[in-house]
């Protein structure tokens, strides 16, 4: 069984209905999802994701900014706890910075290219982790998708170029999906909104994202009607891949998606 968390960077949800996105769409109908999932303050990048793989907010872990600074009190996140049980992990990511969501020697497999910025720069990412993931299928595996929070930052949230760029990455997510074991289970997510050219406010905009899962013994077309937290990712995965959550955690799996 392979999980996959796919991040599709500074994806607005109601760019998911707006655009044609044909591998989110089934993605919905075969799993369980919301398109009004929360983020975290600040919205930004460095903090939000060091939230997901740590489910504490930013207060907590301390990285209020895309510089990385060690953690003043440090806690495993859903890496170090799925090493712990002896899982394979592996990252394929666009964006630097993201090296830090785990610690050293955590990692059985670690793709990065500085490609963010280019506009087929995410199915070069996605091409690599489909080709490792059909070979090697990993326990768990990250794979970041930069370009449309880049689109965003350049030419406006929820402007033709953005929703065109996440019309590309849709199709870069079904490389990835058409690459995994039957049995996988499949996260999709932001990490954070936008509005006008950027983001990191505590606005609907910048708060608001999608959360979208599928895989065994998750429901299917069903729409999650409590809260979700981006903080609520790393238990929900955790569950599924069959690892004990951290104590320190303040996210909670996600117990309506279940079948059982
Ligand atoms: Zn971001």
């Known amino acids: 069984m392979t999980v996959v968390l796919t991040m599709i960077d500074g994806a607005r949800p109601d760019a998911l209905t707006t655009a044609h996105c044909p591998t989110l769409n089934q993605l919905r109908t075969s799993g369980a999802y919301t398109l009004k999932a929360s983020s975290v303050m600040p919205s930004i990048t460095l903090p939000c994701h060091m939230s997901i793989f740590h489910s504490v907010p930013p207060t907590r872990h301390g ?58 720069g995410d199915r070069l990412v996605a091409e690599e982790a489909a080709r490792y993931i059909s070979q090697e299928p990993p326990d768990f595996a990250f794979v970041y998708f930069g370009t ?26 079904a490389l990835v999906l058409d690459a995994l074991p039957a049995d996988s289970t499949v996260l999709v997510q932001s990490d954070h909104g936008g509005h ?65």
């Open 63 to 120: 990285i209020v900014s895309n510089d990385w600074t060690p953690m003043a009190r440090p806690l495993p996140g859903l890496i170090e706890q799925a090493r712990a049980a002896g899982l394979r992990c592996a990252f394929f990511y666009n964006w630097e910075p993201l090296r830090n969501l785990s610690r050293p020697e955590q990692l059985s497999l670690s793709h990065f290219r500085d490609n963010a910025r280019t506009e087929e």
């Open 148 to 173: 449309v929070d880049e689109t965003g930052h350049k030419y406006g949230w929820m402007s033709d170029q953005y929703l065109g760029q996440l019309e590309k990455v849709d199709g870069a997510l």
């Open 196 to 260: 006008d050219r950027s983001h990191g406010t505590d606005s609907t905009e910048d708060m608001t994202i999608p959360w979208l899962i599928a895989g065994p013994g998750i429901r299917q077309d069903y729409q999650i009607e409590g809260p979700v937290s981006l903080l609520d990712t790393a238990p929900t995965l955790a569950y599924v891949m069959g690892v004990a959550p951290h104590s320190a955690w303040e996210g909670r799996r996600v117990e309506e998606i279940f079948t059982r």
